[in-house]
């Protein structure tokens, strides 16, 4: 997203509490709320698996109520896992230095495994210690980390887990996408500390550690490898991957841990939106069994009936038509308030009649991809960028940037929904932009790469992306590339008694909902015109909701207020008009 030219916006302040704390827990007065907010409690913070593409049946959740002292000294208690500068954390203050503590007990019925210990992303950095002996440290906000924590823990009783946290925000060179100290216009209240899912997994000795599925449409096959740990079975242990479709075995695979399986899928039923098919899969190694699922799906470029450069979904070229989606709560910040409010933005984008989700500059939880992958949208991911519109620019961290984007891709590279791997937001904090495409290439073949959204284009990658406010335009396509509309539109509407602070802003004001429909009819209608025409195979509206102080979404923030006419614009979405539009 680029800066807006003209701007009217009042900073929000996040409110300073007393220091002196409750020890019960209870949430922030904060500007703005979801209807989920009343599901939140310590003993209902996201209660759900974390892991949906490698589960096993048992574990233990550690959300809930930790101990937490800032770096002023103020000590109080938090909701884990919503930031600390959250309202639903309790605390809604933002300090740069975090030190988490909380005890917990092992269940009996652990005794005799190997005791993991899950992070679901921390922002930015954290050191782990386990009753006074450290795990580890971890940088990086947006992926999942584990450690063994066998060997630290006690043989009975309490075991006591502390987690230290720094996090620069705009003052370091990591990714941090559209996070900043001092927030307002396009950049939003940054994420500090603990944001995910923590929780702990028994596992045996000889366990799977990851997997790696990729579906082959042209040969009715799906790849799967199985990356393990074995310990000293080395020798002993084999693998079975077991495929199903609605709980019927279709195929069924033997084979060595580390090495490539091949599963064949006769007749497969493909993945798509409007058919968001997954099979079951089931893992066997040793004593430890995990279950997983798949989408037979391929994306690729190709030419349609004209010899257009085509982003082709299972051989068809389909136009692929998405709102900008950032991701962020009024009340949870990054944090959904519950895994119902995460599938309720999906199911929402559904309704309106979206194929297609761009991811802005974020990466989510497992769980709302999963929720893609089950209801059948299709997902551009955005790699979160460094020094985007901040007061110090930093230099880039490049090497930590290189190991974040692989991380991203590794860690998700399973889901069916995700397309394809934005590397860059226009130029915002863009560097080896060639070398990293072909990295990311090398890495993941199965999806496309966009190597810059909009305008700075470095001539690689699958696609050429332009950005045009409110547009819509078209860069050309070429013969080795497909051309997309990466952001556009931007129409601002405020709700009264839906915003974050009284004074918002749009890029293009309307009046009201019918007045915002009508503007978005005539923006799609142009854009599906530039498909035949301009050879345009995708465009991204902004956005889906909105953000802080920022109206331009089809959405209040609080999601409370629909504010385009839905059957209409599920209409403009699909290209079929409920009523001539005029096009000026």
């Known amino acids: 997203m680029k800066l807006p030219n003209l701007i009217v916006v009042t900073l929000f302040s996040v409110q300073l509490l007393p220091s002196v704390w409750s020890a019960e827990w209870r949430p922030a007065e904060g500007p703005l709320k979801t209807r989920w907010a009343k599901d939140v409690s310590p003993q209902n913070a996201l209660p759900e698996y974390p892991r949906p593409q490698m589960v096993r049946k048992d574990w233990e959740n550690l959300n809930g109520l930790w101990d937490i002292k800032l770096g002023d000294g103020t000590e109080t208690r938090i909701l884990v896992p919503f930031p600390v500068e959250s309202a639903l954390s309790g605390v809604m203050k933002h300090s740069d230095r975090l030190t988490y503590r909380r005890s917990f007990e092992i269940p009996k019925g652990w005794s005799g495994q190997q005791v993991l210990l899950h992070f679901g992303a921390v922002d930015w950095e954290a050191k782990v210690t386990l009753n006074g002996k450290e795990l580890g440290v971890h940088r990086g906000g947006y992926d999942a980390f584990s450690f063994d924590i066998t060997a630290a823990l006690k043989k009975e009783g309490a075991q006591e887990i502390t987690v230290e946290v720094f996090d620069p925000t705009d003052l370091g060179g990591q990714a941090r996408g559209k996070q900043k100290l001092k927030p307002g216009s396009i950049m939003y209240t940054p994420t500090t500390g603990i944001w995910q899912t923590v929780w702990l997994e028994p596992v045996p000795e000889a366990r799977i550690e990851s997997l790696k599925i990729t579906p082959d449409v042209d040969a009715g096959k799906v790849r799967v490898r199985i990356n393990a740990r074995l310990g000293l079975q080395r020798e002993a242990v084999r693998v079975v991957a077991v495929a199903l479709e609605a709980g019927k075995e279709v195929a069924r695979v033997r084979g060595e841990p580390g090495e490539e399986l091949t599963l064949p899928i006769p007749n497969p039923h493909l993945w798509s939106p409007d058919d968001p098919f997954l099979y079951d899969l089931r893992i066997e190694m040793g004593l430890d069994s995990v279950t997983s699922y798949f989408g037979m799906r391929k994306i690729a470029l190709g030419k349609d009936e004209k010899g257009v450069t085509r982003m082709m979904l299972n051989g068809k070229s389909v136009f692929q038509v998405g709102p900008l989606d950032q991701g962020f709560w009024p009340d949870g910040i990054y944090t959904a308030p519950t895994d119902e409010a995460l599938r309720w933005d999906v199911a929402e984008a559904k309704r309106l009649g979206f194929n297609t989700t761009r991811k802005h500059v974020k990466v989510e939880p497992d769980r709302w991809y999963y929720w893609c992958d089950k209801l059948g949208l299709l997902v551009w991911q955005d790699m979160p960028c460094g020094n985007s519109y901040t007061d110090k620019p930093q230099p880039i961290d490049k090497p930590q940037f290189r190991t974040e984007l692989v991380s991203m891709v590794t860690n998700h590279w399973n889901h069916p929904s995700i397309i394809m791997w934005v590397l860059f937001n226009e130029s915002q904090g863009q560097h080896d932009t060639e070398a990293l495409v072909t990295e990311v290439k090398a890495l993941d073949p199965s999806r496309l790469i966009n190597n810059a959204s909009g305008n700075d284009d470095k001539d690689c990658g699958d696609v050429i992306d332009k950005h045009s406010y409110p547009g819509p335009d078209s860069p050309k396509p070429e013969e080795k590339r497909a051309a997309v509309l990466g952001e556009f539109g931007g129409l601002g509407l405020p709700v009264d008694g839906h915003t974050w602070s009284k ?82």
């Open 503 to 584: 004074k918002t802003w749009g890029y293009e004001g309307t009046k009201n909902i019918e007045d915002l429909t009508l503007g978005y009819e005539k923006l799609l209608a142009k854009a599906w015109a530039m498909k035949d025409k301009a050879g345009l195979s995708a465009v991204i509206y902004t956005q889906l909701t909105d953000v802080e102080t920022e109206c331009n979404g089809l959405l209040t923030y609080d999601r409370e207020v629909n504010k385009v006419i839905a059957e209409r614009a599920a209409a403009a979405n699909s290209g079929k008009q409920t009523k001539s539009v005029p096009s000026n």
